[in-house]
């Protein structure tokens, strides 16, 4: 033992007495503060995503932390400078939600929350560099927020207009497209309607296809299926935009499709109900025709996007009384309003192709519209597919062109080339790229976020708030009424929103709407590398150091939301030389959910696992390494199927190796058991491969391997005085650091040593790992007949002579003639008799 290490009762393994032994040892020490520049060690950032204060750490955190903690633990013990922040995404919905149940000023309750989940990050022995600390409701941090705000809008990417948004009737606020689930609001789950508002968006289509591009240089370090919903979210589509002529109007409409080569099959063209084109089509008609579309535009309102994309909807809709001109064969084309087609893709407005589009088909059988076929579609064995007009199956293939004039006959990808480069002779047309994707709307009408630098002005119209001004910060909650009313209830602190002009100083109002929250954590991980800095967000220098962050640790729910906007900042920044990279996760992991009995937790279930009770009758570590060893990280994990029981007899187990060991530090360990030596140093080398690869799991098994072969070494074989025994039980010691910080400490501090997670990998000697043999498995007909220890360099034909030549082989083939032998060496033969 130590002298600087705390005393240590080494009568038996008591997690309580450990954990209050080493959690006031480490908060005195900090042994996880990042280095500075000085410090020529490789760097190595690893990061969680930082959680929302809104209780004390629950199941869920426990997985995350545990997982991300040992990344950061063994880069720790394979020397490198590691980064591991912690902060708190302390603004938006959740905590003003709570605020205004509770009657309480958010900002206190915030604060009680951090300092309740500060304390329990610390019992739980989180590696984070508390040094390097943010939360972002705090005007140090929402300054550099709305300083980068600024900067966009300096360059065109932060701009405002009025649109149809998604609506949460429930939070009375705006939504981006992506923080709509399923048509529901995801954070409360409450149906999305659409309302018309002027807001703020930032410009992420610019870079629409740099997002979706540089995703191929993430395909081997990222989740496939995130990759995947990324690529699906942005959605890019080649096509051909068309020009219509629309009877009685001036300006023609562009329409955008996919496939210009079925322009001669469109029968009707169909405009988005809550589109401005609608609504101005609508004002020149009849007065019947603009009461039925005024009262079914309101009916529209209630519909989320997906309801309207639904294929099992009915199709509805209101015809203008106007016609469109087919721009290749002059046909007058019916305009209806309808709901299923969206206002913010393409042009809001499409050209209805019946026979090969199921939802126009399903509109023209609902309206008595035409249908014409211009694809000559078969099935697998060459015969024609079914008239969409007869069977209301539309015939959705590649085809051949029929009933097209000169395009008869040709393919798919020949029509489309010769369709769009006539269009654009007669400009009437050109090749155009769709996305799915759309601006990103930041603007909120709650209370709780980063007020948005900008006063408006009768003379000079929008202004930024000077960078010397900055930060605006919130009007304190005290008099306000908080509650979701459709208005940001800042608009009620009369002398905040009440200021001058910067720029002529005459009367002007502050915005009063505030940021989504995601844009707080959209650049966060780069406040974490300087975070007293107040010249600016962050320091170039430092971010050249460290970034981007080499491993990212976090759930898959932020598939789309949080880790698109990341990156899009991240180009932006770059684009304004602030950093020298464009992505700003190098790596990323995705953890699974906690759930109990085959569902997510919850009190409504009656099955909700408290962390704090859990940590109160096993302890940390038991309860760290159940989330290791549960299975591999991605994988949900049933807290009915494990066991943190187990896993504490597990760690007691563990922690009396080092009580037992009965020798001096130092010991040349060499001369010790071979045996014992070979299991040690091959668990080091095969951990160091595994946690890379992201095998917690596997790495925990191969530790309770070693900890079994150690105490057997004790118990009979060499004794507890033999130096391999110190060797392996210092081994485990270190093994262990990464999932259960308390034991490890404690049987680092009866080994003699001090500080175990800065203990260094250890050595692992080459030579140790060559298995002098390994079991070749002989087989006839599938079924095991004998087992044969052989060299592990054996080659094939000297297995097979092997195994045919064993005495029990020759017995069960009792004669038989041999058909084939399959030989896998060094493992394998299998015998097939005739």
């Not at 609508?282 to 603009?290: M, N």
């Not at 608009?491 to 989504?516: L, Q, S, Y």
């Not at 085959?598 to 096993?618: I, P, T």
């Not at 080459?766 to 060299?791: C, F, M, N, P, W």
């Amino acid at each position: 033992m130590t002298s600087a290490s705390p005393e240590t009762d080494v009568s038996r393994y008591d997690f309580r007495a450990i954990e209050e032994r080493w959690l006031p040892e480490w908060r005195r020490t900090q042994p996880f503060r990042a280095a500075g520049p000085e410090d020529d060690r490789p760097t190595k950032y690893v990061l969680d995503m930082f959680p929302y204060p809104s209780g004390d750490l629950h199941m869920g955190h426990a997985e995350a932390y545990a997982l991300g903690d040992v990344i950061a633990r063994y880069w720790f013990q394979r020397g490198y400078n590691v980064m591991h922040p912690i902060g708190w995404d302390s603004f938006g919905l959740p905590a003003e939600n709570a605020a205004i149940t509770r009657g309480l000023d958010p900002r206190g309750w915030t604060e009680d929350n951090i300092a309740q989940q500060r304390a329990s990050m610390e019992r739980y022995a989180c590696s984070f560099d508390w040094d390097r600390v943010l939360a972002t409701h705090r005007p140090d941090y929402y300054r550099w927020n709305q300083w980068l705000f600024t900067r966009m809008h300096e360059r065109g990417l932060a701009y405002r207009k009025h649109s149809n948004v998604n609506w949460c009737p429930k939070d009375q606020t705006v939504l981006a497209n992506e923080q709509v689930v399923g048509g529901l609001c995801e954070r409360c789950d409450t149906p999305v309607t659409k309302k018309k508002l002027n807001q703020w968006y930032f410009k992420v289509t610019d870079y629409a296809d740099r997002l979706l591009d540089d995703l191929d240089g993430l395909q081997e370090t990222w989740p496939s299926k995130v990759i995947a919903m990324q690529r699906n979210w942005i959605g890019r589509s080649a096509g051909a935009d068309v020009t219509f002529r629309i009877e009685g109007r001036d300006e023609p409409v562009d329409i955008y499709t996919t496939r210009p080569d079925t322009l001669h099959g469109a029968t009707f063209m169909v405009v988005a109900a809550d589109s401005d084109l609608a609504a101005e089509l609508a004002a020149s008609a009849d007065a019947g025709v603009r009461r039925d579309f005024e009262a079914y535009v309101e009916s529209v309102r209630s519909s989320s996007d997906i309801d309207r994309l639904s294929t099992e909807r009915p199709k509805t809709g209101v015809f203008l009384d106007m016609y469109a001109i087919n721009p290749v064969n002059g046909e007058r084309l019916p305009i209806w309003a309808s709901d299923y087609v969206l206002a913010d893709y393409g042009h809001g407005v499409i050209m209805a192709v019946p026979a090969h589009d199921q939802r126009d088909l399903d509109f023209a059988r609902a309206m008595d519209l035409p249908v014409r076929a211009v694809l000559d579609c078969r099935d697998e064995e060459g015969q024609p597919l079914p008239d969409p007009a007869i069977s209301g199956i539309a015939t959705t293939g590649d085809g051949t062109l029929v009933n097209s004039g000169d395009l008869d006959g040709m393919a798919k990808e020949e029509a489309i080339a010769a369709i769009t480069a006539r269009l654009g002779a007669d400009g009437l047309g050109r090749a155009s790229t769709n996305y799915r994707l759309r601006d990103w709307l930041i603007s909120r009408q709650r209370y709780w976020g980063t007020p948005i630098p900008i006063v408006h002005c009768e003379s000079c119209g929008e202004v930024a708030v000077p960078d010397d001004q900055l930060p605006v910060e919130l009007p304190p909650a005290e008099g306000l009424d908080l509650k979701p009313k459709g208005t940001s209830p800042l608009g009620a602190a009369t002398e905040w929103v009440t200021t001058t002009c910067p720029t002529c100083e005459g009367p002007a109002t502050r915005d009063t709407d505030t940021m989504d929250t995601f844009v707080d954590s959209s650049w966060y991980f780069l406040r974490f590398l300087s975070p007293g800095k107040t010249d600016g967000p962050f320091d170039p220098s430092e971010a050249a150091r460290w970034a981007p962050i080499d491993q990212y640790v976090g759930g898959v729910t932020h598939a789309i939301l949080h880790l698109l906007y990341a990156r899009f900042f991240t180009k932006a920044l770059h684009d304004m030389g602030m950093v020298d990279f464009e992505e700003p996760f190098s790596a990323l992991l995705n953890q699974g959910m906690v759930q109990m009995d085959g569902s997510a937790m919850s009190k409504s279930r009656g099955n909700l696992v408290r962390l704090s009770e859990q940590l109160d009758e096993y302890g940390v570590d038991a309860i760290r390494l159940t989330m290791a060893f549960a299975g591999p990280p991605e994988d949900d994990i049933d807290w009915a199927d494990v066991s943190p029981a187990g896993s504490a007899k597990f760690l007691a187990r563990a922690w009396r190796l080092a009580r037992d060991v009965d020798s001096q530090p130092g010991a040349d360990a060499s001369a010790g058991d071979a045996a014992l030596r070979a299991v040690t140093h091959r668990t080091l080398h095969d951990c160091g491969t595994l946690v890379e690869g992201f095998r917690f799991n596997v790495v925990v098994a191969r530790v309770m391997e070693l900890v079994n072969a150690t105490r057997k070494a004790i118990d009979s074989g060499p004794g507890a005085g033999d130096p391999a025994v110190r060797e392996a039980a210092e081994a485990v010691a270190v093994l262990l650091s990464l999932f259960a910080p308390y034991c490890s400490e404690d049987m680092w501090s009866m080994l003699g040593h001090d500080n175990v997670a800065r203990a260094g990998w250890p050595a692992v000697d080459e030579s140790l790992l060559v298995e002098e043999t390994v079991t070749a498995v002989v087989q006839i007909k599938g079924k095991v007949r004998d087992r044969l220890e052989v060299a592990p360099d054996i080659g094939e034909d000297a297995l097979r002579e092997a195994a045919l030549a064993s005495a029990t082989v020759q017995r069960a083939l009792d004669g038989a003639e041999i058909r084939t032998v399959i030989v896998r060496a060094p493992r394998l033969v299998n015998i097939v008799p005739k």
